[in-house]
Nanobody, 116 residues
Framework: QVQLVESGGGLVQSGGSLRLSCAASGTTFSINAMGWYRQAPGKQRDLVAGITSGGSTNYADSVKGRFTISRDNAKNTVYLQMNSLKPEDTAVYYC??????????WGKGTLVTVSS
């Protein structure tokens, strides 16, 4: 089992920045890919960014050039640096990890609100 705890969400003005963190605990040796998803009210949960165990990254088109995902394997933590935030980035952001056993774990989410 892997437990995930997100932090760093909050209220920010348009154009501002936030840094989300997600710390994993438990059977962290099994962690492969890590990532961030988000879900706005009334919408489905969508991928924001992902990072493999080797450091390869992928991003949703809507956040390319503004968001950066990174991970610290020694700390079992994944980060999401969000710059140039827009009101449409407002959502609950969820951390996820994929284990080597084919199980996906989710955090409880952290709310990001961008005011115009």
């Amino acid at each position: 089992q892997v437990q995930l705890v997100e932090s760093g969400g909050g209220l920010v003005q348009s154009g501002g920045s936030l840094r989300l963190s997600c710390a994993a605990s438990g059977t962290t040796f099994s962690i492969n890919a890590m990532g961030w998803y988000r879900q706005a009210p009334g919408k489905q949960r969508d991928l924001v960014a992902g990072i493999t165990s080797g450091g390869s990254t992928n991003y949703a088109d809507s956040v390319k050039g503004r968001f950066t995902i990174s991970r610290d394997n020694a700390k079992n933590t994944v980060y999401l640096q969000m710059n140039s935030l827009k009101p449409e980035d407002t959502a609950v952001y969820y951390c996820n990890v994929d284990s080597a056993y084919g199980v996906r774990y989710w955090g409880k989410g952290t709310l990001v609100t961008v005011s115009s």
